[in-house]
């Protein structure tokens, strides 16, 4: 498979690699804050950069264990998709029809959004709005696909549209593709480390290398010491199970990813894959990819194992056999790219409710703050939970704060073993019933039972 990096595509295709942020320091500890925000990835800096447009004068802190984008901000496949976790159906039953269409209107935005504002922080971060195609590649697929283009008709947002299979990517077994016009391909690390750098131009102290140990009303307390805050914001996603009192609200799930070495423009025309443009298919264990500014293919899935009490580890990021299967997926999937070598391989984390539902919350009596819950569609919705939490904590009316991701509570997940068990049998069982669609042709029963588990 030739040599690799087992660095992201994105850390190693940053260029100028931006210096370490000094660890919170006694200084540091000295200060009252406004907003302590805990996590340096997209969600806790969009909120900082949100926040500092509305109020210059608010006193920030960001905190991160690691460094700036460190975890699935810097990691991920490069999709502003307007995907949410919830689908659209499963909107209208739990918040009814008006709110579902709320928050699609929402997501859509979103997209549009997160470029503009990236251009006008003059952040270069390679956004091409191309669209994503989803391929259909068996009479089951097809059936999701047209279950899919019936959902949007009901909410009347989704711009969704059926495409032939001449019409469309030249994928193997392909019998359509459905084509949605709102999602964006960016480079990830070049989104996190243009944001981090519009703070530190801001002033706004952000402290890496600093762990959260706990916090609390008015208190955050880190490895180095104790802040104090007005408010606290927990916008730590898949890294939040690693408090103690949050070890059940969130499910650390890992999703990896490959990379190609740069491509032709003869291979990407082969296979009809623009600039700009995303792809995936209807297969129940999630792949996603994307052709990158380079010309590369970023192809990612899920499949990796979770790890009983919620554990994370660098070493979990190297999965071989997922590897593997990803690269023989990928190549199944456009036989144009046989001969491509594997440049990249990695990893990273990605944070799953109970309910697989997104939320957004702030109580204004304690100063508590918390979003998250992306299940892996984080990059426009971080960018929308962000510029959410800006206007609730300054008590700013908008139609983001009437959505019905906001003050939404998810279930905790059971405890060990039982999380353990059904994390694993969900992976597992989507794994399986995919290998059992794709022979027979048939719905697999083993969808349905493991439906529980999955969100849907």
């Given amino acids: 498979m030739g040599s690799s990096s087992s660095l992201s595509l994105w850390q190693d295709t940053l260029g100028d690699v931006p210096a370490s942020r000094a660890p919170l320091s006694p200084a540091d500890l000295r200060e009252h804050y406004d907003v302590v925000i ?21 006193k920030l802190l960001v905190l ?37 269409r709320a928050m699609r209107v929402a997501m859509v935005e979103a997209v549009d959004s997160l470029g503009a504002w990236a251009k006008d922080l003059g952040i270069q971060c390679d956004f091409v709005q191309g ?4 391929l259909a590649r068996n009479q089951i697929q097809f059936h999701r696909a047209q279950e899919d283009l019936a959902e949007a008709q009901v909410l009347g947002v989704d711009k969704l549209s059926w495409r032939e299979p001449e019409e469309t990517l030249a994928a193997s077994e392909v019998v359509g593709a459905v084509f949605n016009p709102a999602c964006a391909r960016i480079h990830p690390g070049k989104l996190v480390q243009g944001l981090a750098k519009v703070l530190d131009d801001a002033g706004v102290r952000i402290a890496e290398a600093t762990a959260v140990i706990s ?16 408010v606290a914001i927990d916008a730590m996603e898949g890294y939040r199970s690693q408090l103690r009192q949050h070890r059940r609200d969130t499910l650390p799930l890992y999703s990896l ?4 070495n740069p491509l032709p423009d ?3 025309d082969d296979i009809g894959l623009h600039h700009g443009e995303t792809f995936a298919d209807y297969r129940s264990l999630v792949i996603y990819g994307q052709r990158t500014a380079d010309n590369r293919i970023a192809f990612g899935g899920r499949g990796a194992p979770y790890h009983l009490g919620s554990r994370i580890k660098n070493s979990y990021d190297l999965v071989p056999r997922v590897f593997r299967a990803l690269e023989h997926t990928l190549k199944d999937l456009f036989p144009q790219l046989a001969d491509a070598t594997i440049s990249h391989r990695w990893g990273g984390v990605l944070g799953v409710p109970r309910d697989w539902h997104a939320s957004v919350t702030f109580d204004s009596a304690t100063g508590l703050a918390r979003a998250g819950g992306y299940v892996g569609d984080g990059v426009g919705l971080s960018h929308l ?7 609730l904590i300054t008590d700013t009316p908008s139609a983001r704060t009437t959505l019905p991701m906001v003050n939404h509570v998810s279930p905790r997940w059971e405890p060990e073993p039982l999380r353990y068990l059904g994390a694993t049998a969900a992976i597992t069982g989507v794994r399986l019933a995919d290998y059992v669609e794709s022979r027979t042709g048939k719905p697999s029963i083993i969808s349905r039972l493991i439906a529980p588990l999955t969100g849907h």
């Fill in 38 to 58: 805990m996590g340096a990835g997209y969600t806790g800096l969009w909120t900082a950069v949100a926040l500092t447009k509305k109020h210059p004068d608010l």
């Fill in 64 to 100: 991160d264990k690691e460094r700036v984008g460190f975890g699935a901000s810097g990691r991920n496949g490069g999709w502003v998709s307007s995907l949410f976790p919830t689908s659209p159906s499963g909107l209208i039953q739990r918040h009814g029809l008006d709110q579902a």
């Fill in 131 to 134: 669209g994503t195609t989803t």
């Fill in 215 to 230: 916090y609390s009303p008015g208190r955050v307390v880190t490895q180095r010491g104790e802040v104090t805050c007005d």
């Fill in 257 to 260: 990813m490959i990379a190609t």
């Fill in 266 to 268: 003869s291979v990407c």
């Fill in 385 to 391: 939970t962000g510029l959410t939490l800006a206007d």
